[in-house]
T-cell receptor, first 115, second 112 residues
């Protein structure tokens, strides 16, 4: 079984401040982890993914995430928030159990950027 | 245009009516998925398909029917819509393996 927990359904940061969105996962086998972003009235787009290579993963728009097996975490960070980062962010997990057929999503974190 | 398209984008229907949401992808991806998005629940998998004529249930399949006669199409049917099926529905596709999911823009369904 696999699951994802995103702490904080809403996060507010000031423009230029650090963005930290938390994600903890549970998986009985080595996981593959993803962060997706959703802008209003749009589908989800991939920000970055961890597929067992480097533990620090860099994505688009200056975001990065670090896989920490000991903490079962995959937190998303960005050093300096921009107004255009306001969106909803989803962490997701899949695994080889069942041939990657199922991707489980967290409940999402809505990021507000305050000017 | 290449990509994944959903139709209709918006639909209002009444309880008990049949509704079909369409999904079409041009990449020849093996896998296709239907998710519903509800406040507080994130995305929940309804059904998925590994190839033409192969479908399987996800987390919340009750009240929904799918088919996949062609690789590129994966329609989702609500045979008798209920108010609890008011939601935003997303279709997604990907190739085999732990790769990126590509999402459509969503279909917002309201059941009165």
């Amino acid at each position: 079984a696999q699951s994802v927990t995103q702490l904080g359904s809403h996060v507010s940061v000031s423009e230029g401040a650090l963005v930290l969105l938390r994600c903890n996962y549970s998986s009985s086998v080595p996981p593959y982890l993803f962060w997706y972003v959703q802008y209003p009235n749009q589908g989800l787009q991939l920000l970055l993914k961890y597929t067992s290579a480097a533990t620090l993963v860099k994505g688009i728009n200056g975001f990065e995430a670090e896989f920490k097996k000991s903490e079962t975490s995959f937190h998303l960070t960005k050093p300096s928030a921009h107004m255009s980062d306001a969106a909803e962010y989803f962490c997701a997990v899949t695994s080889n159990s069942g041939g990657y057929q199922k991707v489980t999503f967290g409940t999402g974190t809505k990021l507000q950027v305050i000017p | 245009d290449a990509g994944i398209t959903q139709s209709p984008r918006y639909k209002i229907t009444e309880t008990g009516r049949q509704v079909t949401l369409m999904c079409h992808q041009t990449w020849s991806h093996s896998y296709m998925f239907w998710y519903r998005q509800d406040l507080g629940h994130g995305l929940r998998l309804i059904y998925y398909s590994a190839a033409a004529d192969i479908t399987d249930k996800g987390e919340v399949p009750d009240g929904y029917v799918v088919s996949r006669s062609k690789t590129e199409n994966f329609p989702l049917t609500l045979e008798s819509a209920t108010r609890s099926q008011t939601s935003v529905y997303f279709c997604a596709s990907r190739n085999r393996g732990p790769g990126e999911l590509f999402f459509g823009e969503g279909s917002r369904l309201t059941v009165l």
